[in-house]
C-alpha cells in the first residue's frame, strides 16, 4: 500500500480499560510503527447514558503508562481532530444530510411502544425483525435533535476479506435499516466510527469479532457514502482462564494501571499482551518492545481464541525482573520498599535487593520477602510446629541444634564463605539434612519458611542481629 498507514484506538469511556482493549491498542500501534505510519487515539463518547466519569483520562493514563505513545489524540491535537466523538457533531451532521438528500435516510417516526409491537408481531410469527419491513412510507422530514435518523439499506450478499478471518460472506439477510443519529443529536458507533475513519483517513480497523455481524451493515453504508472501507483486521477474542469465555472482571483479570502498581513491568505486560493470539511462527517467548516491532505482522495473529494465563504472566515478569540490571532495579524497587526500610541506607537496600531479586514475580512482592531484613519480627511457633520434619525432633534437639549453631556462627568473620563453611561443617557434626538444619536456622533467624540463600541473608543480617534472633529462637524452646 503507498498510502501512509494509519491505525486508531477507539475506546468507549465506558470504564476500566481490560486486556482485550489495550491488546487492541497495542495490535494497531505495532502495525503503524513497523510501517513508519500513525496511530491515533479517538474517544467514542456518543452514549452518554454510559460514560463513566473520568474513563477518558484513565484511558490516556494507562496507554501513556505502557508508552503506547499516539501521533494525535483528545490531548494531541492535528487537522484530523477533533478526537472526541462529541465534539464532532456537526461533522456527522454534514454525512446525515448527505444521505437524507440522496434517499438514504430518513426520520424514524414510531414511538417505543410500536417498534415493541413490530418485534412481537415477528416473534409470534417466528420470523426474524428487521426495521425495513416496516419503513414507513411517508416519513416526517427529519429535524436534528428531535427525531432518529434512520438508514435505508440496500439489502444484498455480501462477501468481504478480513485479514485474520480470512474470506467472510453474508446473506441479505443481515442487512437493515438501523440509526444513524439517535434523537439527542448524537450519531450511533454504526454511523460515527465509518465517517471518523474516513475523515482521519484510517487505513486498518483492528477490533474484536463482535463487530463481524455487523460488517454487511457498515459495508452497505460504506457504499451509500461512496466512500472505500479500510482493511479489516479482526483478533480472536482474549479468553478467560479455562478458555471456554471471554475473559471478564470476574476471571481475576485486572485493570491494566492496577497489575503496574502491582510491579509488573511494562515491558513484561506489552509482552504477555502481544502474544494474546500472535506469535512470530517461533518459539521465541521473550521480546523487547524493539523486537515486537520489527516481528509484528497481522498475518500471523491467530484466528482462535487467546487464552489469558496469568500464571505465565507472573513467569513472564520474574524473568524480566531478574533480567534487570542491579542498578535498573534499584530505580523500579523505590516505591515498593517496606516503611522499615526508611531507616537504612542505600548500599545495604542494594544488597537486599540483589538477594531477593532471584525470588521476585512482581515488585510488590519485595516487603513480603524483605521485611526481615529491617526489623526484628515477633517470634512466630507456628513455624516450628507446623514443620513435620522439625516438629518431630522435639524442643530438646531443637533447641541443641540452634545452640551448635549459635557457638558456630558466634566465631564467624559472618563473611560469606566462612558462613557456608560452618554452615556445612554444622550439616556434618549433625548428622542432619539440610532440610532441617538449614530450615530451622533460617526461621529462627528470619522468621521465615523461605528466603534467599541462608549464608548469604546471615551475612546481609548482620551478625549482632543475627546471633541475637538464634538467642531469642532458643529462649522460647
Sequence with gaps: MSEIIRTRFAPSPTGYLHVGGIRTAL??????????GLFYLRIEDTD?????????????????????????GPDKPNDKGPFRQSERLE????????????????????????????RKQASDSKQPF????????????????????????DPKAYSWEDK????????????????LIKSDGYPTYNFAHIVDDYEMRITHIIRGQEFISSTPNYLNLYEALEIDHPVF???????????????????GAKDVLEYLAEGYLVEALINFIASLGWNDGTTKELFSVEELIEAFSIERIVKSG???????????????????SKDELFKRAEAFWPKEAANYDNEYLAQVLTLVQERLKYLSELPELSRFFFIDLPLNPILINSNPKLS???????????????????QSDFSQDDLNNRLNDLLTSSGQKPAVLFSLIRIASTQATASPPLAASLMVIGKDRSLKRLKQQIDSL
Design 27 to 36: 495490535f494497531a500501534w505495532l502495525l503503524a510503527r513497523q510501517n513508519k
Design 48 to 72: 452518554k447514558n454510559r460514560e463513566v466519569e473520568g474513563s477518558i483520562e484513565h484511558i490516556i493514563n494507562c496507554l501513556k503508562a505502557l508508552n503506547l505513545d499516539y501521533d494525535a
Design 91 to 118: 461533522i456527522y451532521r454534514k454525512w446525515a444530510n448527505k444521505l437524507v438528500e440522496s434517499g438514504r435516510a430518513y426520520a424514524d417516526p414510531y414511538s417505543k411502544e410500536e417498534l415493541d409491537a413490530f
Design 130 to 153: 428487521l426495521y425495513r419491513n416496516h419503513r414507513p412510507d411517508n416519513p416526517p422530514t427529519w429535524e436534528y435533535s428531535k427525531q432518529p435518523l434512520r438508514f435505508k439499506s
Design 164 to 179: 485474520v478471518m480470512g474470506k467472510l460472506s453474508a446473506g441479505a439477510e443481515a442487512v437493515d435499516d438501523f440509526i
Design 233 to 251: 483486521v479482526t483478533p480472536p477474542p482474549v479468553l478467560g482462564p479455562t478458555g471456554n469465555k471471554k475473559l471478564s472482571k470476574r476471571d
Design 306 to 324: 487467546a487464552r489469558f494465563d496469568e500464571r505465565r504472566l507472573l513467569w513472564m515478569n520474574g524473568t524480566y525482573i531478574r533480567n534487570l
Design 392 to 410: 518431630e525432633l522435639g524442643k530438646d534437639m531443637l533447641k541443641q541444634l540452634l545452640e551448635s549453631a549459635y557457638e558456630s556462627l558466634e
